[in-house]
C-alpha cells in the first residue's frame, strides 16, 4: 500500500471520529470543566459577576444535611434496580430464547414498550396508580380485604422504596433487549452438546449462558448505575415534587437541581454535580473490578 492510500484512509477515518470527538467535548467534556469552574465561585445564575471562593462550596456540603439522605437514597436505588433489573431480565431474556415460547417477538416489543414512552408521562402514570384516594393499588387491597384501605405510598419516610418499580418498569425493556442480543450470539452447537452431555436447563444457563453473555451483563450493570445517579430527579421531582416529605425520596440529582433553578445557587448545584461525577466514577471504576472476567473467545 502507498502512502498515498495511507493518508486517504486515515484522512476517511479522521472525517468520521473527529465530528464524534467534537460533539462529545462540546456536549460533555467542556460542560464537565465548565461545573467543576463553577463549583469554586459564588454565583446565583444569572447575576454577570463571579465571587471566587475557592472550596467554600465544598465545605458547605460537608456540613448539609440533605447530602448524605441524597446520597442514601441514591444507593438505595441503585442497588434496588440492579437487583429489580438483572434478575427479572435475564430470567426474561433466557425464557424468550432458549424455552422457544410461542411469539416471543411479540413479548420482547411488549416489554419495550415503556423505554418509548416519556419519563414525564411514566412518572404522572405511576403517581396515579400510588394515589392514595384513587389509586389502583390500594383499591385493590381494598376490593381483596373488602375494608377501604388508604395508604400514602409517596408521602411517608421510607417512600423512596415506591420508586423502585417505576424505575423498573420503565426501563427494563432495554436490558432485555440487549441481554437477548447476547444469549443470540452463543452458538447453539454449546447447547447441544450440553443436552447429549445430559445437562439440565438451570447448568446450561449457569456453565454457558451467562459467562458467554457476562459483557452484556456488566454493560447493563454499568448502564444502571451511571442513569440512575446521573437521572433519577425526573422521577423524583413528578411523583414526589422534588424530594418528598423531609426529603424522603431527595437524590443528588434532584437536589442539584433545586439548589440551581428553585433557589438560584449555581455555584453550590455545580458542587452537587462535581460530587455526582466522583460518585459515579468511583462507583463504576469499583463495579467495572468486580465484575472483570476472562473474555471468552468462541473459535
Known sequence: MNLGSKAQRKLFVASFVLPTLLLYGVFLVYPMLKGIY????????????????????????????????????????????????????????????????????????????????????????????????????NSFISGVTGK???????????????????????????????????????????????NIDGAKQWQQFWNITLPLAWEQVQTSVIWIVTTTLSGSFIIVSIMTFEGGVDNATQVMSSYLYAQAFHYGNFSYGATIGVLILVIALITTIMLQRLMKRETIELT
Request: proline share 5%.
Open 148 to 194: 377501604p384501605f388508604q395508604f400514602a405510598w409517596l408521602g411517608g419516610k421510607w417512600s423512596i422504596f415506591a420508586l423502585l418499580p417505576t424505575s423498573i418498569w420503565a426501563g427494563i425493556g432495554f436490558t432485555i433487549i440487549l441481554l437477548i442480543a447476547g444469549i443470540l450470539n452463543i452458538p447453539e452447537s454449546l447447547y447441544e452438546s450440553a
Open 38 to 137: 463553577l463549583s469554586l465561585f459564588d454565583w446565583s445564575g444569572g447575576s454577570e459577576t463571579y465571587n471566587f471562593i475557592g472550596l467554600e462550596n465544598y465545605k458547605n456540603m460537608l456540613h448539609d444535611d440533605v447530602i448524605p439522605k441524597a446520597i442514601r437514597n441514591d444507593y438505595i436505588l441503585v442497588i434496588g434496580k440492579v437487583i429489580g433489573f438483572m434478575i427479572p431480565t435475564l430470567l426474561l431474556a433466557v425464557a424468550l430464547t432458549r424455552f422457544r415460547i410461542k411469539g416471543a417477538g411479540f413479548y420482547r416489543s411488549v416489554f419495550f414498550i415503556p423505554n418509548v414512552i416519556s419519563v414525564v408521562v411514566v412518572g404522572v402514570l405511576w403517581r396515579f396508580i400510588y394515589n392514595p384516594n384513587i389509586g389502583f393499588i
